[in-house]
T-cell receptor, first 115, second 113 residues
């Protein structure tokens, strides 16, 4: 089935450690997005990419990095510079047409916790 | 960017229609209204979107007022599985912020038997 796969579902990080969250899609979508969700809050955009080898910062990019070497993959690295990384991380993808009017499809998320 | 205002929570009896309101009084002409829902610990699920006209699909109906300052999502026959947080979002469709979604806290809909 087509969809977005995020792994792992749960991830634990030690202080000062970088961790990478995986996001893979087989929907042939050009655009991919990373969001962060804190308890009781809505989603906030971290990074997004509309095409391979190109990406832009969202609203809360500090302490995070991404790469987009392949159309189907958009990994997110949570670096040690991110002082409050405990959150639920969601990846999404969408078709990008000239009018941009296409919904985003989400994965089931990775829950990151600090040990 | 337009902001949305939604009630924090609503209840609905199973089998009845659930009407979820959303205010977006500063919406611009090129911004669509999107609705997503999120069941606990899962990713958001797309429901429906519209610009000016009312829209209907297999999941729900979207009613947008003529001045576009508010909208209502209608689940015609709510079931227990419709219990979720519902997000009303306005989305820019042009320019450098193409495709970005701005999530608020949404409305927690609880469907009871």
């Amino acid at each position: 089935d087509g969809g977005i796969t995020q792994s792992p579902k749960y991830l634990f990080r030690k202080e000062g450690q970088n961790v990478t969250l995986s996001c893979e899609q087989n929907l042939n979508h050009d655009a991919m997005y990373w969001y962060r969700q804190d308890p009781g809050q809505g989603l906030r955009l971290i990074y997004y990419s509309q095409i391979v080898n190109d990406f832009q910062k969202g609203d809360i990019a500090e302490g995070y990095s991404v790469s987009r070497e392949k159309k189907e993959s958009f990994p997110l690295t949570v670096t040690s510079a991110q002082k409050n990384p405990t959150a639920f991380y969601l990846c999404a993808s969408s078709i990008v047409w000239a009018d941009g009017n296409q919904p985003q499809h989400f994965g089931d998320g990775t829950r990151l916790s600090i040990l | 960017d337009a902001k949305t205002t939604q009630p924090p929570s609503m209840d609905c009896a199973e089998g009845r229609a659930a009407n979820l309101p959303c205010n977006h009084s500063t919406i611009s002409g090129n911004e669509y209204v999107y609705w997503y829902r999120q069941i606990h610990s899962q990713g958001p699920q797309y429901i429906i979107h519209g610009l000016k006209n009312n829209e209907t699909n297999e999941m729900a109906s979207l009613i947008i007022t003529e001045d576009r300052k508010s909208s209502t999502l209608i689940l015609p026959h709510a079931t227990l599985r419709d219990t979720a947080v519902y997000y009303c979002i306005v989305r820019v469709e042009r320019g450098s912020t193409l495709g970005r979604l701005y999530f608020g806290r949404g409305t927690q809909l609880t469907v009871w038997p």
